[in-house]
Every structure is written in C-alpha cells, then in structure tokens.
C-alpha cells in the first residue's frame, strides 16, 4: 500500500512543520484546536482520495483509523479534539 507511506511521510511534516505537541494545544482556545483537528482529518481524508484516485472519499472513520495506524498520538488528540461538544 504505497497510499500508506505517502501519508506516513505526509502526517510526519505536518505534524514536524506546524509543531503539533501537546504543548502547543494546551496553549490555544478549545474551540480552535477542535478546528485544527477538523481541517487535519478533512485535508488527510482528501489526500487518501487523491492518493487512492478513488471516486470518492474514505469516511472519516475510516481516515481517523488510518491515522491511528500511523501516528497513534495524532491520533489521540484528533479524537480528544473532535469529541468535545
């Protein structure tokens, strides 16, 4: 599955480029780290899409799951981000 490697590489400079740490979000407001773990998941669903050239998008279960298999503490704050009301 080279489509797992290209996001590999992908979550790994954007998580290094945009210094994503626990650090980091516990400095900003609540509402803009649940953005920010948002728009992550939308633009990471995206390029499993365009890696994929599938017709359609994975469901974003499906790209949370992805992430977890990549970069598991990605994961965690996406879920603890996008699970709050």
């Known amino acids: 599955m080279q489509y797992k490697q290209i996001l590999r590489s992908l979550i790994s400079k954007i998580v290094h480029d945009?210094?994503?740490?626990?650090?980091?979000f516990d400095n900003i407001p609540s509402k803009e780290a649940k953005d920010i773990a948002y728009n992550?998941?939308?633009a990471l669903r995206e390029a499993i899409s365009l890696a994929?050239?599938?017709?359609?998008p994975p469901s974003y279960a499906d790209t949370i799951r992805l992430i977890h298999d990549i970069d598991p503490a990605l994961y965690e704050f996406c879920t603890a981000q996008?699970?709050?009301v």
């Open 40 to 42: 992550l998941v939308a």
């Open 52 to 56: 994929q050239n599938a017709p359609a």
């Open 82 to 84: 996008l699970s709050k």
């Open 18 to 24: 945009m210094m994503l740490s626990k650090e980091f």
